[in-house]
């Protein structure tokens, strides 16, 4: 290795020139290489506080990518991938040049975590090595990947997985695979919760696994929510439409074919939509939560339908104060929360802006309080919302807010009402 290093004249008035030096030592090569590296590597860190956590995120919830970019994980899968986020990513999803660089560094200096990744959202690997805790299996994957890509050679070092790249399967026969919206604020989300907690309160072992909706509003990150379907009993929440067809390829999980299988559904009317018994023979039992909605679903099933309502996790709320949101101490107030994405006709928030106006004039001491969620995915119907509303007494709030926070208002009102 010829080394270029500078070098200053004894005469002062003569510019500062170089000399080579030859490096024929490997030792001292190897030292000088780790030293330039770590040099390197500081100088990054102090000018980008930037981490490619956001860019995995977004592709371990899109489906779509995955399936146009399956190894996107893998350095020998990313030149295509990396094309697409250094220009739709940057232009539609706002992703910075670092933060793609940095997800393309971090990837390959955690070869095993990727490669484990990659197995968990990859149902053809799980199908072909379904028990890949083992070590035998994880041998078997990574002869697999030797045989595929013989000229990766950063995988030449590689014989096996650490078993804490993985999360654990099941160490016992019995326990229940959960299949729902884990990542996505929502009353779906702290259903799925719920239930998960219940189940471990009695000691029930649980394999959790997110199903991705498509779109940014996460709260959860993915990868804590990639459990396997491991347990011979399988328990999806989430609405049918559009989610029961296409629940395994959007988790991006192999479905155990000897499963057991629950549908845990929500309904408020006498009559079900029609979609919903041409999904009749993809489960063995229904769950809901009321009988209004067994009813409802006995009529147009066949399967065992059972009344289970939903378990209560009852945090502290955080504590929100009136003036915080420019309502009067003095006021009885009204709440309605509701997601602008979950069929706003369902919901009716103008139905409820109309009752509250029959009922009081504007100066009485009340205020309705609207909490929304997601109200920027649909402008029109909140601007919709927002002129209906008017100015007098009617609070809107557009916010997604943890579970606490999501107390802290029902804690703050007098009264909950809902017309859905």
């Known amino acids: 290795m010829r080394l270029r290093l500078p070098f200053t004249s004894k005469q002062a008035a003569q510019p500062p020139s170089a000399e080579f030096i030859d490096i024929d030592d490997d030792a001292t090569l190897r030292q000088l290489e780790k030293s330039c590296g770590r040099a390197l590597s500081t100088a990054w860190n102090q000018r980008h506080s930037a981490n490619g956590s956001e860019v995995r995120e977004f592709y371990l919830r899109s489906a779509d990518l995955q399936a146009r970019y399956p190894l996107g994980l893998l350095p020998i899968g990313q030149k295509r991938l990396a094309k697409w986020l250094l220009k739709e990513g940057r232009?539609?999803?706002?992703?910075?040049?670092?933060?793609?660089?940095?997800?393309?560094?971090?990837?390959?200096?955690?070869?095993?975590?990727?490669?484990?990744?990659?197995?968990?959202?990859?149902?053809?690997?799980?199908?072909?090595?379904?028990?890949?805790?083992?070590?035998?299996?994880?041998?078997?994957?990574?002869?697999?990947?030797?045989?595929?890509?013989?000229?990766?050679?950063?995988?030449?070092?590689?014989?096996?997985?650490?078993?804490?790249?993985?999360?654990?399967?099941?160490?016992?026969?019995?326990?229940?695979?959960?299949?729902?919206?884990?990542?996505?604020?929502?009353?779906?989300?702290?259903?799925?919760?719920?239930?998960?907690?219940?189940?471990?309160?009695v000691n029930v072992p649980v394999s959790c696994r997110d199903v991705p909706v498509g779109t940014k509003t996460q709260i959860l990150p993915r990868h804590d929510w990639l459990g396997r379907e491991v347990f011979p009993i399988s328990m999806l929440i989430m609405s049918p439409v559009p989610y029961t067809e296409t629940a395994y390829a959007r988790a991006g999980l192999s479905r155990r074919p000897d499963a057991y299988r629950i549908a845990y559904w929500s309904w408020e009317l006498h009559s079900l939509p029609d979609e919903w018994p041409t999904f009749e023979g993809l489960f063995?039992?229904?769950?809901?939560?009321?009988?209004?909605?067994?009813?409802?679903?006995?009529?147009?099933?066949?399967?065992?339908?059972?009344?289970?309502?939903?378990?209560?996790?009852?945090?502290?709320?955080?504590?929100?104060?009136?003036?915080?949101?420019?309502?009067?101490?003095?006021?009885?107030?009204?709440?309605?929360?509701?997601?602008?994405?979950?069929?706003?006709?369902?919901?009716?928030?103008?139905?409820?802006?109309?009752?509250?106006?029959?009922?009081?004039?504007?100066?009485?001491?009340?205020?309705?309080?609207?909490?929304?969620?997601?109200?920027?995915?649909?402008?029109?119907?909140?601007?919709?919302?927002?002129?209906?509303?008017?100015?007098?007494?009617?609070?809107?709030?557009?916010?997604?807010?943890?579970?606490e926070r999501t107390l802290g208002f029902v804690d703050l009102c007098d009264c909950y009402v809902s017309l859905h």
């Not at 994880?138 to 990947?145: C, S, T, W």
């Not at 013989?150 to 016992?172: E, F, G, Q, V, Y």
């Not at 309080?369 to 007494?393: F, I």
Request: contains cysteine; proline residues 6%.
């Open 91 to 201: 232009s539609q999803h706002d992703f910075r040049d670092e933060q793609v660089l940095a997800f393309l560094a971090e990837t390959a200096a955690d070869l095993p975590q990727s490669i484990a990744d990659t197995y968990l959202i990859t149902p053809a690997w799980q199908e072909q090595f379904p028990r890949l805790e083992s070590a035998t299996e994880q041998r078997r994957l990574v002869d697999f990947l030797h045989i595929e890509f013989p000229d990766w050679r950063a995988l030449r070092k590689l014989s096996s997985l650490p078993t804490t790249a993985l999360p654990s399967a099941a160490a016992n026969e019995f326990g229940v695979n959960l299949l729902a919206h884990f990542c996505y604020p929502s009353g779906l989300q702290q259903g799925a919760l719920a239930t998960k907690a219940a189940l471990e309160s």
């Open 284 to 403: 063995d039992e229904i769950w809901t939560p009321t009988t209004f909605g067994a009813e409802a679903m006995r009529s147009r099933f066949s399967l065992p339908i059972s009344v289970m309502p939903h378990a209560l996790v009852m945090p502290e709320p955080e504590a929100i104060h009136r003036s915080d949101l420019g309502i009067p101490e003095d006021h009885y107030v009204f709440l309605f929360m509701f997601d602008v994405c979950s069929e706003l006709d369902r919901k009716n928030p103008f139905g409820l802006l109309r009752a509250y106006r029959r009922a009081f004039s504007p100066n009485e001491k009340v205020t309705l309080l609207l909490k929304l969620v997601r109200g920027e995915l649909d402008s029109a119907a909140t601007a919709r919302l927002s002129a209906a509303a008017g100015s007098a007494n009617v609070v809107i709030v557009n916010q997604v807010a943890s579970r």
